[in-house]
């Protein structure tokens, strides 16, 4: 099927059928997912699927619909309920489509050599991973393997003139396993996700930090209740960061519903947090050469030392602040309207190794896990499940489990006193080890 | 490991309702065909005819190289959302979304593909792709297939595609503007409508062959307070599988008000404590806790890989003598309620654990037969592009005798919680935690003053030890339960208390 003239065609009789502006989205799909247990295969499941999102606008009135069915009269149908809708919706004069017809280069987005791959390696190397998290003689059982990839191409039209399409390829493998001792069990996991099959790490390396994660947290020792310093290890400072990226969201600031709305270009934080979101990475899972409705992706500087320097829009938040769109529409799919999301995230490193952090902590917990949902973007307050390591005197003491964090979000964003020099830039959410001077931590 | 989370709301009287449209069982069979006959748009020609002998030649292919069991499955949904932030239509959404997977099961192992194009070609294909693991298993011939019946337990008076769109966006401005009358210091109103139908065929190798449709609804409405110095989004749903007349029993005023009373009730809240303290929990909403905490790990898929929390548990005392918890999939109109599960099971009334005793756990085919236990009918998938399975229906704590006010006045001191954001689990440590949304202090057996939301974590056999108090006011909520994939549930409780949970608060 050629997508690119369907995609076309589509727009046409949109504005046929009664629509005064409309744009088509189609995508398609092609998964795997292997899964394996005890040495054994578990699951192998395959499929290619497309479907098609239509956004029309009758005056400044807007309608959505979908499908999966792209037979003529299926998707004429699917069209003429958007129009209906639409003409039951209420004006918004914020209701525009995008007529910028820039494309970013972002590069190598693309594997053809993954579907390539015989399907036997893959499930070898989902087996031998399992075996591989499993050599330690403290993992007692397998909680299973995986490897996954997925292609997906898409096509985005309006009648604005945009047509727009681009391929991306992702691939994943994974295991998690279980530690017990006495009545103890702990779970550890680790995966790694890729563009490209052959920048996969080595089976070795997940493996061991599956391993590791199970087994380091045994024989934890309950803390009492007290205010410490806090280092954020780079795999849970999301469960720091994530609020600040809804707060950042352009249509929640409108709305008034975030912790951030009056702080544009004003210090919020410490001056050691610098946040960046950016769309135009090469080889990357988050990367992208134009957003979901069809804007150039950028590179956005959101937060400098500390200063909130820019929020994140589509099309349609940013016409109503007044300003262009950041190239953050984001799209769960061609069966939902466009959003707002970011890219590939990270935070600047600072200057300190994680060793150097530890050894100036006289008394502190270094976090590996953190449960529940963060920073309230609404409240801007904070509480969480955490377990870790306790700190004393510079050095770590012994495993903790089954305490709490919490605090204000300003009041942990101002504590940030250390930066790590050290980030994963693979991960689509990337930060260094960093350390808060004091948050509250409950225990017994 | 993966984390499994519910969002969970308040919803009370849930179940007097409930029981009440439940006396309209004997109507249905006559109401789900009026349903089935006003299939919308192109979607009667949309593969969901697809006769017997075609389904029968699909599971042939897939036993072809061997397998122990294997099942199509066809699906359509048509579902609306009409979206209303700011007292402005923020969208209206139309979708139709078909497919088909075909499965195939041998020994410990699966094949599943599926296609969104139901024809018999594609489905041909897919057995192919899906009969992979079956390479060297043992062979099965399949039972024909023949129309299978099963009860239902939802009822229809006023069929959702026979609703015009104008009524839909009645509903919502109606609950927008009760919204803003309740105080001037709501800001702002979020409504979210959803409702859905969902056609099913299933047909398997054991000779089973469902056809069915559930309507379900799920209104949302969200108030967000601001009073200048602090802000509070507060939340309350509904859902039942239901006609438009759900709007009749619980009007979208009942639900916004309810939202609006958390969003201003909270502006006062102060900072919680943080450290062990007991913890009140009032009826309704607060099952999520056991959905997460005990429901999850109960759930057959970890017992059968011999890692669960309750792994060699079966028959022994796990919990206090006072907590009997059940699965229900039966609950008339229920958002858990199925009828049959998406392998073609009947939904039963399941005890999970009586008197503290571990009594059985939630299975899909695969794990009953790996575990050689019992089909429960909690074999359930989000859609055709997912394997069927263990999931929780409507899952809580059977009623107790003590009587709630008495509950919280033998309370000295703790937190009283009114309603949780939501939880997850680790279904394999049985460690969990959960947010409120909205609690109280309790000081000398009273409710006092809000605290900001906290934090409570604690691992799941602790919590059903040391439940020590359980209310004769069994309320339900709703919630979605992601697991992988996500799944429309209810959970329910009397007033519990339980003693020495975590509170994560910022006060020292």
Request: glycine share 10%; aromatic share 6%; net charge neutral.
């Amino acid at each position: 099927m050629d997508y690119i003239e369907l995609a076309e065609k589509l727009v046409k009789k949109s504005i046929s059928l009664g629509a005064d502006a409309a744009e088509v989205f189609l995508e398609t799909n092609r998964n795997l997912s292997i899964g394996v247990l005890k040495s054994e295969i578990e699951t192998i499941e395959e499929a290619s699927s497309h479907g098609a999102g239509f956004r029309v606008f009758v005056g400044n009135k807007m309608g959505f619909s979908h499908c999966n069915d792209l037979s003529d009269r299926s998707l004429e149908d699917t069209v003429s309920r958007a129009i209906a809708f639409a003409k039951l919706s209420s004006p918004d004069e914020n209701n525009v489509l995008t007529d910028d017809i820039g494309v970013t280069a972002a590069k190598d987005l693309y594997d053809k050599s993954i579907a390539a791959e015989p399907m036997e390696k893959k499930i070898r190397m989902a087996l031998d991973l399992e075996k591989l998290a499993m050599k330690d003689p403290r993992i007692t059982k397998s909680a299973g393997a995986g490897y996954g990839e997925g292609e997906s191409e898409v096509f985005i039209a309006n009648s604005n003139g945009i047509l727009k399409s681009y391929k991306s390829s992702g691939c994943s493998l994974g295991v998690s396993v279980v530690a017990e001792k006495g009545d103890q069990k702990n779970t550890g996991s680790e995966y790694c996700s890729r563009v490209f099959f052959k920048d996969l790490v080595s089976l070795e390396g997940i493996a061991a930090l599956a391993s590791q994660r199970a087994w380091e947290l045994l024989d934890p020792v309950m803390i009492n209740t007290q205010k410490a310093s806090v280092l954020f290890d780079p795999d849970v400072a999301r469960s720091l960061l994530g609020g600040i990226i809804t707060a950042v969201n352009g249509e929640r600031v409108l709305q008034g519903a975030s912790f951030l709305k009056d702080h544009l270009n004003k210090q919020f934080a410490s001056s050691l947090l610098s946040i960046t979101d950016d769309g135009t990475k090469q080889k990357s899972l988050g990367s992208a050469p134009f957003d979901g409705e069809g804007v150039p992706t950028m590179k956005n500087i959101l937060v400098q030392n500390g200063i909130l320097k820019s929020f994140i829009y589509n099309t349609k938040t940013a016409k109503r602040a007044g300003v262009r769109s950041t190239g953050n529409a984001s799209r769960g799919g061609f069966s939902s309207l466009p959003g707002i999301g970011t890219h590939n995230i990270y935070l600047e490193p600072g200057k300190h190794t994680g060793k150097e952090i530890i050894a100036a902590t006289k008394k502190g917990l270094l976090l590996k896990e953190v449960t529940g949902y963060g920073i309230d973007a609404v409240s801007g307050n904070f509480s969480g499940g955490a377990s870790g390591f306790w700190i004393l005197n510079g050095e770590i003491a012994f495993p903790v489990k089954g305490v709490t964090i919490a605090g204000k979000a300003f009041d942990i964003l101002n504590g940030i006193d250390m930066m790590g020099n050290d980030i994963d830039m693979n991960r689509t959410f990337a930060a260094p080890i960093f350390r808060v001077a004091e948050m509250q931590i409950g225990g017994k | 490991m993966e984390k499994q989370t519910v969002r969970d709301i308040p919803r009370r009287k849930f179940l007097e309702m409930s029981m009440k449209s439940g006396l309209l069982i004997a109507a249905t069979p006559a109401l789900m065909s009026r349903l089935v006959s006003c299939r919308e748009g192109v979607n009667a020609s949309s593969g969901m005819d697809m006769d017997k002998e075609t389904l029968s030649k699909i599971i042939t292919k897939a036993l072809e190289k061997g397998g122990d069991f294997a099942d199509v499955y066809l699906e359509n949904r048509i579902s609306r959302q009409i979206v209303m932030e700011e007292s402005i239509f923020k969208s209206g959404l139309y979708g139709i979304s078909q497919g088909a997977g075909v499965r195939v099961i041998s020994g410990n192992k699966t094949g599943y593909a599926y296609t969104d194009e139901i024809t018999e070609e594609k489905l041909m294909r897919a057995a192919e792709v899906a009969s992979y693991v079956a390479h060297n298993g043992n062979k099965t011939i399949p039972v024909n297939i023949s129309e299978t019946s099963c009860p239902s337990f939802v009822t229809v008076k006023q069929p959702l595609c026979e609703i015009a769109d104008e009524k839909r966006i009645d509903i919502i401005k109606r609950a927008d503007q009760a919204v803003k009358d309740y105080d001037p210091r709501i800001r702002m109103a979020m409504v979210d409508y959803n409702d859905e139908i969902r056609g099913r065929v299933i047909a398997t190798s054991e000779g089973i062959y469902l056809r069915d449709e559930l309507p379900l609804l799920f209104f949302i409405v969200q108030a967000m307070s601001d009073d200048g110095k602090t802000r509070h989004m507060a939340r309350e749903r509904i859902s039942y599988h239901s006609g438009f007349e759900m709007f009749e029993k619980v009007t979208p005023e009942t639900v916004a008000r309810n939202a609006a009373r958390e969003a201003i009730a909270m502006l006062a809240a102060e900072d919680a404590p943080a450290g062990i303290m007991d913890v009140v929990m009032q009826n309704g909403w607060g099952g999520v806790l056991v959905h997460e905490a005990v429901g999850h790990p109960l759930e057959a898929d970890n017992i059968a890989k011999e890692i669960g929390t309750f792994t060699g548990k079966l028959g022994k005392k796990v919990a206090s003598d006072c907590f009997t918890m059940v699965d229900d999939g039966t609950l008339p109109g229920f958002r858990g309620t199925i009828n049959h599960d998406d392998e073609g099971t009947e939904a039963k009334r399941n005890i999970l654990i009586e008197n503290g005793v571990l009594k059985g756990f939630m299975t899909d085919i695969l794990s009953a037969k790996q575990l050689s236990m019992e089909r429960t009918g909690n074999g359930r998938r989000e859609s055709f592009r997912y394997i069927p399975i263990p999931r929780m229906t409507n899952t809580f704590i059977d009623a107790g005798k003590d009587k709630p006010e008495d509950i919280l006045s033998s309370t000295k001191k703790g937190i009283y919680v009114q309603s949780l954001s939501g939880g997850s689990v680790n279904p394999v440590t049985g460690v969990f935690n959960f947010t409120c949304r909205e609690a109280y202090m309790i000081e000398n057996g009273k409710k006092t003053k809000p605290i900001k939301g906290a934090t409570l974590i604690g691992s799941c056999m602790d919590i059903i030890s040391n439940i020590d108090a359980v209310g004769n006011d069994l309320d339900f909520g709703v919630g979605i339960c992601g697991k992988g994939q996500a799944a429309e549930v209810s959970a329910g409780q009397p007033t519990v208390r339980i003693r020495g949970i975590n509170v994560g608060g910022s006060k020292g």
